[in-house]
């Protein structure tokens, strides 16, 4: 290709910034009272459910109250263990309480951590003039109960620039709930050691730039390891946030858009090998493409990454074996920038202190995606671009520990695919995105007298993605952009032929708005803004939870009788 067709479309950086100034005037409707559920009201609201807790009385620890966010300095906070809830604990929850004061202000990364560990990881809700919007988030830390014996120091990260251009400032609250075990109650399997990969002691995500940048740990490990799983999180930044938009390098200036290809995927290497790979999940946050698209339903996970866990377990013989191994993740086509950070859960053989074991089979190899262009160029620009990536891996070890050798096989298969058609003219610029991300795995663990434990995983995380810039009759330029996710992942464990365990969630939201601009490119308003998010989470005792809400108009207008919030 060698031609630009002379309809200009306006870079994402550029509107972005235009279009968070000119929120600051833009009419949103005002959010009204407390309270999630508010017909009529642009509040910040999810269909997500809250963590199921126990009917234990729990002991709170406040990490924060009203902790304010008007600089790029780090709020630091005592921590304590609950002296009235010693552990084991039945459940940890971790729940936090955000607001941001009507003005102008961009969507903020939001990560807290404890000591280097993060305990939560996130983005913020953009205000306007007239909302000032609120949210909860909360999560499940059970896992990580080993973390919360000891006293220590945690930080809240939430960098936000506050002059006389954006005013608005971000204040949060968090606590940690410890809840006791019931009488006779067995208390929950939980890792004995973990360990972050962060920027330092007090935590901190560290900068990807390109594939071979690495964020990395090296760690002289227990001896007596059993189980090893990496908890990862991959957020796309600057250059990379709209990474789903990308295309292949060669036709991006002619396209108009990033290069690198519309493909990314973290990968996790032990001592230089690859061990595993965690997605790269299409999240976008409340300023991403329009921001009325997100009033008052943010994308999936936008406010609450879920980290992806990748099993490390037929590594464990060899993290065993009392020398230094170093764990670490790369994001390959990496094009400016991830943050990344990540942690290391082991659990460890109650039975002995020392176990002897070996990684026996190990065909995972870095990615190899296809490129595929079918372009035409004349008075216009017209066709498509597809990356896809397809591989299958199997990964065996073993550890022989207190109860007998253990072998733990891991059968995955990964598929990817992002396909875009352009059409590009003097007076349009259409760019329509289908990326499909699935992960198929089988865990197949053996024990010498036992059944087998066959545990099978299956995740996807697609967007379908519409941007629509177009020229009107009346010499004005309007923006309709069109959007639904899903995150679905689904685990089912059998013991030999018997169910043992199940667990489905599927997270869909879906929406659509039109920006109109007059000929000097002045935000006249937004029409046909319209948005729904549907929750849906089964588990194998017959617990359903399912939650539908809508918007219009950027407003509240429905939401089913089984929302918890």
């Known amino acids: 290709m060698s031609r630009t067709i002379s309809r200009t479309k306006v870079s994402s950086a550029a509107l972005r910034t235009a279009l968070i100034l000119l929120l600051a005037t833009a009419a949103v409707p005002a959010a009204f009272a407390d309270g999630p559920y508010i017909i009529g009201s642009a509040n910040t609201v999810t269909a997500d459910p809250t963590i199921p807790r126990p009917h ?10 009203n902790a304010e966010f008007a600089d790029f300095n780090p709020v630091s906070f005592p921590y304590t263990p609950p002296a009235d809830c010693p552990g084991p604990w039945a459940k940890v929850v971790f729940t936090a309480d955000l607001n941001v004061t009507a003005g102008v202000q961009y969507d903020r990364t939001a ?7 993060v305990i939560y990881f996130g983005t913020t809700a953009e205000p306007s003039s007239t909302l000032g919007p609120s949210w909860h988030v909360e999560s499940d830390l059970t896992d990580y ?5 000891t006293a220590q120091q945690g930080t809240a990260d939430i960098g936000n620039l506050v002059n006389s251009t954006y005013t608005g400032i971000i204040f949060a609250s968090a606590t940690l709930e410890f809840y006791p075990l019931a009488p006779k109650q067995t208390a929950p399997v939980t890792a004995n050691v973990v360990l972050p990969l962060s920027a330092g002691s007090t935590g901190g995500t560290v900068t990807l730039n390109t594939t071979t940048d690495t964020l990395s740990g090296t760690f002289t490990l227990p001896t007596n390891i059993q189980n090893a799983y990496l908890d990862v999180f991959s957020q796309s930044q600057s250059n990379d946030e709209f ?3 990308c295309v292949p390098t060669d036709v991006a200036s002619e396209l108009q858009s990033c290069g690198n290809t519309g493909f990314r995927e973290t990968e996790v290497t032990i ?3 690859p061990a595993g790979v965690a997605p790269v999940s299409p ?3 409340t300023g991403g493409i329009d921001p009325w698209l997100w009033f008052p339903i943010p994308g999936v996970q936008t406010l609450n990454f879920a980290p992806y866990r990748v099993d490390l377990t037929p590594f464990a013989g060899l993290l065993s074996n009392g020398q230094p191994h170093t764990v670490a993740l790369s994001v390959f086509n990496a094009n400016g920038y991830f943050e990344d950070t990540a942690t290391l859960l082991l659990y460890l053989d109650s039975g002995s202190t020392s176990v002897t074991g070996a990684t026996v089979k190990n065909s995972l190899t870095s990615p190899n995606p296809v490129v595929t262009e079918n372009l035409n160029v004349g008075n216009s620009i017209t066709g498509s671009v597809q990356v896809s990536s397809t591989r299958s891996f199997v990964i065996s070890g073993f550890v ?3 109860q007998g050798k253990v072998t733990t096989t891991i059968s995955e298969s990964l598929s990817f695919r992002n396909y875009q058609v352009f059409n590009i003219t003097n007076t349009q610029y259409l760019q329509q995105i289908n990326q499909s991300g699935k992960i198929h795995s089988a865990t197949l663990v053996q024990v010498p007298g036992q059944p087998n434990l066959t545990i099978y995983k299956n995740w996807s995380f697609p967007l379908v993605l519409s941007i629509n810039e177009f020229v009107t009759s009346s010499g004005g ?4 952009t069109k959007a639904r996710q899903t995150y679905s992942n689904q685990q089912v464990s059998y013991q030999n032929s018997f169910l043992f365990d199940a667990l489905a969630v599927t997270n869909t939201s879906q929406r659509q708005d039109t920006l109109e601009f007059d000929s000097s490119f002045n935000l006249i308003g937004n029409i046909n803004q319209s948005a729904s998010q549907t929750y849906n989470q089964q588990d194998s005792p017959g617990v359903n939870y399912f939650c539908v809400i809508a918007a219009a108009s950027n407003a509240l207008t429905s939401f089913t009788p089984g929302c918890s919030q």
């Open 56 to 65: 234990t009385t729990p002991c709170i620890v406040q990490l924060m109250s």
């Open 111 to 117: 990560n807290f951590w404890l000591g280097g560990t």
């Open 477 to 480: 330029i309007n923006l309709t």
């Open 400 to 402: 022989n520990t207190s």
């Open 271 to 273: 001592d230089g090998t």
């Open 243 to 245: 990474w789903y938009t």
């Open 283 to 285: 999240w976008i946050f």
């Open 145 to 149: 109960s080993p973390l919360f014996m």
